[in-house]
């Protein structure tokens, strides 16, 4: 999978790809994220990506040339299957829809910034849309790379160990369990005495447990329905 990430920011985008998980996924070849520099894709001597919105009103508009360059560049080189667009009115993101798009082919997201983008753009090009959350960024770079991060670490292949992926939270719609490691007794706060067990049933029959009684004190909406 390819992920061509769009931005008037790129310095934003330099830091989360070239570490861990992701760096690996790129060494195996498993996923590849690239950044382009909107203010590449724009004419004259300012290389302007942005102007006052008609009608008036605060807070400058991005608009549709550069970006359709951009989206018109990279579609001439390979095929997408979605052009993702980040900003606060798209659809919240959660698991379930990271899992939908580690399944898909080759992805670009578009960065909002400033009032947003020209509604043109989201009209000719946009095929999702989406949002971290309800609260506003000062712009869609790091909405980007945290759905980049949710999607890549589910592609087959990228954790070295492929269940610890499916015992994420919010796989099997509970929150996990508490995980302990050694020692096993620090300053008198034991390990469940289960977890040392060596019973591998009921070690899972405590995690089952554990994770539905988390969820029912934190997250009582995740078990309605
Ligand atoms: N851009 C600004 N705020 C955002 C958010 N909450 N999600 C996605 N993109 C954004």
Redesign the pocket.
């Known amino acids: 999978m390819r992920i061509d990430i769009i931005t008037v920011v790129p310095g934003l985008l330099e830091g989360p790809f070239a570490h861990s998980i992701l760096k690996r996924a790129e060494d195996k070849g498993l996923a590849m994220v690239r950044v382009h520099n909107l203010r590449d894709y724009a004419s004259g001597k300012q290389k302007q990506v942005d102007d006052y919105a008609f009608g008036g009103g605060a807070g400058m508009v991005m608009s549709i040339e550069p970006i359709a360059k951009c989206i018109e560049a990279l579609k001439s080189e390979r095929d997408y299957e979605e052009v993702i667009y980040?900003?606060?009115d798209?659809q919240t993101?959660d698991q379930k829809m990271a899992n939908a798009l580690s399944l898909k082919g080759n992805m670009i997201i578009l960065?909002?910034h400033y009032k947003g983008v020209d509604e043109r753009v989201r009209q000719k090009f946009i095929t999702k849309e989406?949002?971290?959350?309800?609260?506003?960024?000062?712009?869609?770079e790091?909405?980007?790379a945290v759905v980049t991060d949710a999607i890549i670490r589910l592609i087959p292949g990228v954790l070295n160990d492929e269940t610890s992926a499916l015992t994420d939270s919010f796989q099997d719609g509970l929150l996990a369990p508490p995980v302990y490691t050694r020692p096993a007794d620090y300053e008198g706060m034991a390990v469940p005495e289960v977890l040392l067990s060596g019973h591998q049933a009921q070690i899972e029959q405590w995690r089952f447990e554990a994770s539905v009684r988390r969820t029912k004190e934190r997250r009582p909406d995740l078990l309605e329905g």
Do not use: K, Q, R
Not at 131 to 140: A, M, R
């Open positions: 980040m900003t606060p798209g993101f960065c909002g989406i949002s971290i959350g309800d609260y506003v960024l000062s712009g869609g790091l909405a980007a």
